[in-house]
């Protein structure tokens, strides 16, 4: 017999020191400042019998060595399995080296502490457990993203081509608008969490140095805005590896940019919450459930020659290698990798290489009554999310990427043989190979039914 459900949420500061290194681009950068601080921000959910836990992370990645530490913490301290935890990144690109990242080295020092502060999040959110009642909902935004991935004239595909660039052709595929929403309240109304799932891969700030969560912070500061501080809000980025906030064929002209076009992006999705919120029906019991599979996957491939290519590179000053036209390496399809940065990919090829010839990652959904979450190990192309959602069987079907480890840009086949670009290049931030969608999105299945 079902119970009333109970639920709480909590946040914990992981912030790192200044002078972290800072993953997200080419190079590394270093912190100076901190724009706002970084939280992980958990929701817990309990049925009498069941309890699950969501924790989301201002981090640009969750390693699975992170999110096996923290599970274990949770498992011993609050007794809730791994399968019933979900630890998942925003994918804010201002915060602190998680892993090795395209030139950046992993801050082992913060990847030792961090699960302690995730797991203390959960463990306060089951502190303040109470009755509770939880409501789902759905709307389309499409106004607001774009693919940032386009067939140019050449007969190449590039990522953020620039705007009203001469040589576009069109994206290379669609966007996915849907906002999937989750409200948690007490007894009394008062809010308790609020949960957004929507295709979005990051605005950016003004300070490439300043530590910042990003629009997915600014959403959570605007909830608490509307709804009061008893609120957590969780921006979870579905999937949205090709898609950005960029309007490349010109139409769309934003006139903010940085922090000041964050908010904007935030105050859309946390608008329509608001509005939505008012229809939800909400529940007080639910059937809760947790399964985790283990997906096994090939890495791309680094032959011998593009290990010699590679030292090549790396014998001579950065920026100085110039002696390709359409590679340098076996991988690369389409768009040569700038010069300026083939020195980065012949250290990610040294690092691929030590990789073993097979791979694997875990995949998670979880019941909460007729919904579903689907949580995925990397940055899944829109594709991806949309064929799982059509496929499943959920009233509400929430996309989770970056979630429970990292294996990078989880690339369709068609673009890792046929596009190529920028997310297809071979490195810790783009690890599977060809057949590694289709598997997923099969085992995923298998776990929905």
């Not at 008893?230 to 090709?242: F, K, M, Y």
């Not at 019941?367 to 949580?375: F, P």
Request: charged share 20%.
């Amino acid at each position: 017999m079902q119970t009333t459900l109970k639920a709480g949420s909590a946040t914990s500061n992981i912030t790192p020191p200044l002078g972290t290194r800072i993953p997200g681009g080419f190079r590394p950068r270093y912190a100076e400042n901190v724009d706002d601080e970084l939280f992980a921000k958990a929701v817990v959910i309990d049925n009498g019998t069941t309890r699950i836990a969501i924790v989301t992370c201002d981090l640009i990645a969750i390693p699975e060595k992170v999110a096996d530490a923290a599970k274990a913490r949770i498992a011993e301290r609050c007794d809730i399995p791994p399968a019933h935890v979900m630890i998942n990144a925003t994918h804010t690109h201002t915060a602190v080296a998680i892993a090795d990242l395209l030139g950046v080295d992993e801050d082992t020092g913060y990847t030792e502490w961090a699960p302690l502060k995730i797991a203390d999040a959960v463990e306060l959110a089951v502190w303040r457990l109470q009755p509770a009642r939880v409501g789902f909902a759905s709307v389309n935004e499409e106004r607001i993203t774009f693919n940032r991935r386009w067939h140019m004239k050449d007969g190449t595909v590039r990522f953020n081509p620039g705007v009203n660039n001469p040589d576009l052709v069109k994206p290379t595929g669609t966007i996915d608008p849907e906002l999937a929403m989750m409200f948690v309240e007490a007894e009394d109304g008062a809010p308790i969490a609020a949960v957004a799932n929507f295709s979005l891969h990051y605005i950016g700030t003004d300070n490439g140095n300043a530590l910042s969560a990003d629009y997915f912070g600014h959403f959570d500061k605007l909830m608490r805005h509307y709804l009061g501080d008893t609120c957590i809000s969780l921006l979870w980025n579905a999937a949205s590896g090709q898609i950005n906030n960029t309007d490349f064929s010109g139409q769309t002209k934003w006139t903010a940019s940085g922090h000041q076009q964050a908010v904007k992006m935030a105050n859309v999705l946390a608008g329509h919450f608001i509005t939505e919120m008012q229809f939800m029906e909400m529940q007080n019991t639910l059937d809760l459930s947790g399964n985790l599979a283990t997906l096994t996957f090939q890495p791309k491939q680094i032959t011998a020659e593009d290990l010699e290519v590679a030292e090549q590179v790396l014998s001579v000053p950065q920026g100085t290698y110039d002696a390709y036209e359409t590679g340098p390496f076996s991988w690369v399809v389409g768009q040569p990798i700038p010069n300026a940065l083939v020195d980065v990919y012949a250290h990610e090829c040294q690092r691929l290489a030590k990789l073993p010839a097979q791979m694997t990652a875990p995949i998670q959904v979880i019941r909460l009554g007729e919904a579903a979450i689907v949580a995925l190990p990397g940055e899944v192309f829109v594709e991806t999310g949309m064929n799982i959602k059509a496929a499943s069987d959920a009233s509400q079907t929430f996309i989770v990427s970056l979630a429970n480890a990292y294996i990078g840009y989880i690339c369709t086949d068609k673009a890792l043989t046929e596009e190529g670009g920028y997310e297809t290049w071979a490195a810790m931030s783009s690890l599977p190979a060809v057949g590694t969608v289709p598997t997923m999105e099969t085992l995923v299945a298998s776990l929905l039914t």
